[in-house]
């Protein structure tokens, strides 16, 4: 992957990434740049990585874990903006 894409609409906002380092279709290392390419922008990236994954989480304690951070991620990002 080549991280062209991230100029094409300068993002500037947080992203969530979730990567299993298993995952076949989207190979850990693709993830990797990508919040790289990011953070050298200076946007703020969680990235959540879990190794006893692959495509989509499986495992429920990596579920549960998953779900908890989307549900926190928007409500850690808007109240920071309202200060």
Do not use: C
């Not at 609409?9 to 990434?17: E, H, T, V």
């Not at 693709?30 to 390419?37: G, I, K, L, P």
């Not at 990585?49 to 808007?78: Q, S």
Request: negative net charge; aromatic residues 12%.
């Amino acid at each position: 992957m080549r991280p062209e894409w991230i100029t094409w609409g300068s993002p500037k906002a947080p992203l969530f990434i979730a990567q299993g380092a298993n995952d076949p279709r989207v190979r850990k290392a693709e993830s990797d740049q990508m919040v790289e390419a990011l953070k050298k922008k200076g946007i703020d990236v969680p990235y959540m990585v879990k190794d006893d994954e692959g495509h989509g989480f499986r495992n429920e304690e990596n579920r549960i874990e998953f779900y908890r951070y989307m549900e926190e991620f928007p409500t850690k990002y808007l109240e920071s903006t309202t200060e």
